[in-house]
């Protein structure tokens, strides 16, 4: 598609506004501060809601009339500042989309230059590492994208990935993204707003029900913050978070005069938004001081929609549901795969650090998930000899809480020590529960080799599929179920009775429950389990107990 009209530009806003809305829950829970300008996902949503519905009330409407509509509402129903930031990115686009004859690639470039600049100039004070960011990767890559394809969809799926690729670095720009564990909330908004005209684009279907039980929100305890944040609400300098509209504007109100208004409230607080024109204007402020910031205001005109929101006492609810929903032990496991991580998450594990072999995570990666942990004591389960010690340093970094390192060098040996945890008994007693039951198991692995080598007997080719007993090698086949069933042989004995497959995301559904009918028929006075682990590189995971 080279060329989108008007039937096509209005089913774009709308996929933008409806799949945003399906993972409305998501964008909030990946708010760093869930205080009233924390509500990211809601208040995007509202403000795309508001444009669509001006849209909705055109009769009979041309580019102009959709463009001018969808600027207009945007703005109107703008709430907080995502959805401030996100009216500013939409009437840049629609500004340079009504003056283009021809929607192409090249109308849809420049409109994204246009929309970092009006959104860039929205703020006082442009903060990198925010949705500011992802808006100026996509503007910056639009030209050059423009240049290479003449293709409408291509265009949006290469600034969108440009986009997502940002997104994923803004945890590095913003340390509190880092501590919290989350990429910014409004820049996954904008996200999935842009994924959504992509899929109206293409023509698929998106649900309008929220679409986000998938997504796993941050724990309370990556909103605690310390002293020295930027964004300490315990410390906070400026308690009201104040939005208000200006309407009906005095005669003699000019463009200096919205300005003037910006400045007075720079003086008295932070945050501070005043967009619009003589007709309008949109007013958010954090101060001391809302009287004054309203008294500004009705120098220029009428006041409507006033909001005005304790932030400290938002705070001081959300820390004593904190407190009220403490544990006395928690416990963090490290995996790579999807399905080990349910397993986990079943066993009362409550959080997930991906990693293991090829991806060992960082002392610093330990701490942040220890502190992400709303308990007084954690336990942590490295599930791998190689993150064993990693681990351990990371408990003489951790200064409030008490944590504990139940040494499980394989992912299978964790799982039976989440097995052994009773939520009902005391950090100490868990621990030497859970290290005495990972005593009872046996592992096995299945992977392909990498490399040419001569080692434990095997004369191994790259690509071969080797069966490992912990680092040796027991098992060379060309298929995975043949190595399988190879090292089972070698590593049961007269006192086992269970055998566990954990298969991997190379590994289909098919082939693995014919395995396990194999086994079972082999196998006939054993029970043999099997579970969808996902993870990469091993196309199985074995336990024998």
């Not at 703008?78 to 989309?97: E, F, H, M, P, Y």
């Not at 929220?210 to 305890?221: I, K, M, Q, R, V």
């Not at 991580?341 to 998930?369: C, H, R, W, Y």
């Not at 080797?466 to 089972?488: F, M, N, Q, W, Y």
């Amino acid at each position: 598609m080279k060329v989108v009209d008007n039937a096509l530009l209005v089913a774009m806003f709308k996929g933008g506004y409806m799949n945003l809305k399906a993972q409305k829950a998501y964008v909030d829970s990946l708010n760093v501060f869930p205080v009233p300008d924390g509500d990211t996902g809601s208040n995007m949503t509202l403000t795309m809601a508001s444009a669509i519905k001006e849209i909705d009330s055109l009769n009979n409407a041309d580019k102009s009339d959709i463009l001018t509509a969808y600027a207009r509402g945007a703005l109107r129903g703008a709430r907080g500042n995502s959805g401030v930031i996100l009216s500013q990115i939409v009437k840049g686009l629609s500004t340079v989309l009504n003056n283009e004859d021809t929607l192409n690639v090249k109308a849809f470039s420049k409109a994204f230059l246009n929309a970092r600049e009006v959104a860039y100039n929205a703020v006082t004070k442009p903060k990198e590492g925010t949705v500011l960011t992802v808006i100026r990767a996509m503007a910056e890559q639009a030209p050059i994208i423009a240049n290479k394809t003449s293709s409408i969809e291509t265009f949006f799926e290469q600034v969108i990935k440009t986009g997502e690729e940002m997104l994923q670095k803004t945890p590095e720009m913003l340390p509190v993204l880092k501590k919290a564990g989350v990429v910014d909330a409004g820049g996954r908004g904008l996200i999935l707003v842009m994924e959504g005209y992509l899929k109206a684009l293409k023509g698929e279907e998106i649900k309008e029900e929220d679409d986000s039980s998938h997504f796993e929100a941050p724990s309370l305890d990556a909103f605690g913050t310390s002293k020295g944040d930027e964004n300490d609400y315990e410390n906070i300098t400026f308690a009201y978070c104040t939005e208000f509209f200006v309407t009906n504007l005095k005669k003699h109100v000019t463009e200096e005069d919205v300005e003037k208004l910006r400045e007075k409230l720079m003086a008295i607080g932070d945050c501070v938004i005043a967009i619009g024109d003589i007709s309008f204007i949109k007013v958010h402020v954090h101060t001391n001081q809302p009287n004054k910031a309203l008294y500004y205001a009705l120098q220029l005109g009428e006041l409507d929609k006033v909001k005005i929101e304790n932030m400290l006492e938002q705070h001081r609810k959300l820390v004593e549901a904190r407190e009220a929903s403490k544990k006395p032990v928690g416990m963090i496991s490290v995996c790579a795969g999807s399905g080990l991580a349910a397993i986990f998450k079943d066993l009362n594990v409550d959080e997930i650090i991906e990693g293991g072999q090829t991806m060992n995570p960082s002392i610093e990666d330990i701490v942040n998930a220890v502190n992400h942990v709303n308990a007084d004591s954690v336990i942590i389960l490295p599930n791998n000899s190689n993150i064993i010690m990693a681990a351990e340093n990371a408990v003489q970094l951790i200064e409030n809480k008490k944590c504990y390192v139940v040494p499980t060098k394989e992912v299978p040996i964790g799982i039976k020590a989440a097995f052994a945890f009773d939520p009902q008994k005391d950090a100490e007693t868990n621990v030497a529960a859970m290290t005495e039951a990972i005593d009872e198991i046996k592992c096995g692995q299945i992977t392909t080799a990498v490399r040419d080598t001569n080692m434990d007997g095997f004369k191994i080719k790259s690509g071969d599929i080797i069966g490992l007993d912990g680092k040796k090698i027991i098992a060379r086949s060309e298929k995975p179920a043949d190595a399988v069933k190879t090292v089972i042989k070698k590593m049961v004995d007269k006192f086992s009775e269970v055998i566990t497959l954990y298969y991997g995301d190379s590994v289909t559904k098919e082939e693995a429950e014919a395995l396990k009918a194999e086994l079972e028929e082999e196998y006939e006075d054993f029970d043999v389990l099997l579970y969808e682990g996902g993870q990469p590189h091993y196309q199985y995971l074995i336990s024998i107990e």
